[in-house]
């Protein structure tokens, strides 16, 4: 069993920069795909990124390629999402997840594990 916790989330001005983090335990961290996924108020979660176990490979939503980064640290079991110039639309809780796959595919049902997920608030 999995376990991922979240943090850095926060309030930040729209053009700032946020980078959150997501700490896992209980597994085998770099055999997973590590995916981050947000879902703002009223919406349904959407996927935000993903990168492959040794991070050879990453993928994006459109909404934040260019401006978002995913990068881990398998000997620290961290997975990163640097995000630059925000949004007030980037606004979302955030959430971290772990998917048993070779393919960082944006699909939900990928991702057997889940963290809590951190709040992030981009102000206009």
């Known amino acids: 069993q999995v376990q991922l916790v979240e943090s850095g989330g926060g309030l930040v001005q729209a053009g700032g920069s946020l980078k959150l983090s997501c700490a896992a335990s209980?597994?085998?961290?770099?055999?997973?795909?590590m995916g981050w996924f947000r879902q703002a108020p009223g919406k349904e979660r959407e996927f935000v990124g993903a990168i492959t176990w040794n991070a050879a490979a990453t993928n994006y939503a459109d909404s934040v390629k260019g401006r978002f980064t995913i990068s881990r640290d398998n000997a620290k079991n961290t997975v990163y999402l640097q995000m630059n110039s925000l949004k007030p639309e980037d606004t979302a809780v955030y959430y971290c997840?772990?998917?048993?796959?070779?393919?960082?595919?944006?699909?939900?049902?990928?991702?057997?594990?889940w963290g809590q997920g951190t709040q992030v608030t981009v102000s206009s």
């Open positions: 997840a772990a998917a048993f796959r070779l393919v960082p595919r944006p699909s939900q049902s990928d991702y057997a594990y």
């Open positions: 209980g597994g085998t961290f770099s055999g997973y795909v």
